[in-house]
């Protein structure tokens, strides 16, 4: 499977934009980059997913290179409720391997 | 999103005891479920993955005697674990999928095992 790599921890204040990023050098033409994040002691949240063009929802923006080889989740209003874990997993084999993660840490 | 339940939501239980735990999709047909633990500050760990009707996929090194799976329907998974024992106390997640393609999978809400 397809590695990704993401920093370990980040602390972004209350009202400002989050930009996540993770990369994933290795990834082939047809696996996903999905981003699910875990507030403490619940189960993952779906947050977003994409293949090559950048995607928006309700939740946040995800931007994949050209490349594909790295992208950046962005939270545009950070808010004290999206304090968690933020997972980056390249999606191919129709299971989902969670790494160790980004801890966001959301001050006010 | 779709909605998936567990239950219990925590449960407490004696050293040798075996404990089932319940996984449903309140809104949708899951062909596929998946069953991860994860211990205190680390990752989820993918233990198995289970096709409605058929026996699950084991990673490796998880015990299928251990860990019994069955996905006896469209909305519910069970995982039991079998005899169990302390270094078993965990929190045990499951998620369920509509398709076993790229599709998202909706987690629920987790599981915390306690084995005294």
């Known amino acids: 499977d397809a590695k990704t790599t993401q920093p370990p921890s980040m602390d972004c204040a209350e009202g400002r934009a989050a930009n996540l990023p993770c990369n994933h050098s290795?990834?082939?033409?047809?696996?996903?980059v999905y981003w699910y994040r875990q507030i403490h002691s619940q189960g993952p949240q779906y947050i977003i997913h994409?293949?090559?063009n950048n995607e928006t929802n309700e939740m946040a923006s995800l931007i994949i290179t050209e490349d594909r080889k790295s992208s950046t989740l962005i939270l545009p209003h950070a808010t004290l409720r999206d304090t968690a874990v933020y997972y980056c997993?390249?999606?191919?084999?129709?299971?989902?391997?969670f790494g160790t993660g980004t801890r966001l840490q959301v001050f006010p | 999103g779709a909605v998936v339940s567990q239950h219990p939501s925590r449960v407490i239980c004696k050293s040798g005891t075996s404990v089932k735990i319940e996984c449903r999709s309140l809104?949708?047909?899951?062909?596929?479920m998946f069953w991860y633990r994860q211990f205190p500050k680390q990752s989820l760990m993918l233990m198995a993955t289970?096709?409605?009707?058929?026996?699950?996929?084991?990673e490796q090194g998880v015990e299928k005697d251990k860990f019994l799976i069955n996905h006896a329907s469209l909305t519910l998974s069970t995982l039991t674990v079998t005899s169990a024992h302390p270094e078993d106390s965990s929190f045990y997640i499951c998620?369920?999928?509509?398709?076993?393609?790229?599709?998202?999978?909706?987690f629920g809400p987790g599981t915390r095992l306690l084995v005294l």
């Open positions: 998620s369920a999928s509509s398709s076993g393609g790229v599709e998202t999978q909706y």
């Open positions: 290795t990834i082939s033409g047809n696996e996903y």
């Open positions: 994409g293949l090559k």
């Open positions: 997993i390249v999606f191919n084999t129709d299971k989902l391997i």
């Open positions: 809104d949708f047909q899951a062909t596929t």
């Open positions: 289970s096709n409605e009707g058929s026996k699950a996929t084991y």
